[in-house]
């Protein structure tokens, strides 16, 4: 398989718009000379294509646009057995703002048309696929941390959490937004609420995990839940700066909880060194 660049690219961030004229990514139209020629000096077969064009789109124009491209180029490359969409179907990381939903069924429906009529047009009897990672896992998860410091540095209030950028990097790496929730046992409704800055425990001014978020007043030993971290959660986190990648821990059909990945310790960190 091969992966084509359609020209046309989208999504929250531009790190993450992985086609278009500014990414690395996938061979452009005008390189298919190029890629007949390689294919038949290996002597190799083209059996699919595939297109990424970035990731957390919210709405549905451009990835529909660069599915009737890679459809159109489809024609061109006959016997192809699999034609891959790629994915980077949004979810809404501002819920509590009242952000829509991307459209689905709408999406659904006019990605089927346009399969449907394609395929009858030209007999194609192999396979689509796409590939709706983020939309699947995204909000199935959370982290939760713990507040061990409050203080207040000219007019901002911070809360200094255990959650690192190494446990949660999106915030630091792509300036991502997650919903935040306070936990303290035994408290009710908070009457009082103030601006306040979460941050994490690594040494730089860049771990912030929620910059200047109204909520009620946060005390140390409250826990803080991190919402919407169940796609490029603990993926991408690291043991930077000696920090230990946390627990996984997976709520059952039934309410159980039940430990799928231990906490990492001192001696999973030192076994990386060959012995002195």
Known sequence: MVRLNPGIG????????????????????????????LLEKHSLTLAGINQHIGSLFMEADKYLEAVEWLLETATIFPGLEVID????????????????????????????????????????????????????????????????????????????????????????????FHDVEIYREGAGPEADSQEQTIVGNICESGDILARDRVLPVIRTGDLVAM????????????????????????????????????????EDVMRMFPEA
């Not at 796409?130 to 896992?137: K, L, Q, T, V």
Request: aromatic residues 12%.
């Open 10 to 37: 989208a999504g929250h961030h531009q790190k993450v718009i992985t086609a278009g004229a500014k990414t690395k990514f996938g061979v452009r139209g005008d390189e298919f000379d190029q890629l007949r020629a």
């Open 85 to 176: 969409f790629g994915g980077g179907f949004g979810i809404s990381y501002h819920k509590y703002e009242g952000q829509p939903r991307l459209d689905m069924a709408d999406l659904g429906k006019k990605f089927d048309a346009l399969l449907k009529s394609w395929s009858a047009k030209n007999a194609y009897g192999g396979k689509f696929v796409i590939e709706p990672g983020r939309y699947a896992s995204a909000e199935c998860s959370l982290v939760l941390g713990t507040v061990h410091a409050v203080k207040r540095n000219g007019d901002i209030h911070f809360v200094g959490t255990d959650i690192g950028f190494n446990v949660l990097s999106r915030p630091m790496m792509y300036d991502s």
């Open 227 to 266: 919402l919407d971290a169940g796609a490029y959660g603990f993926a991408m986190a690291s043991p930077y700066t000696q920090r230990f990648r946390p627990a996984e821990v997976l709520i059952t059909r039934e309410g159980n909880a039940k430990l799928i990945r231990r906490r990492e310790t001192v």
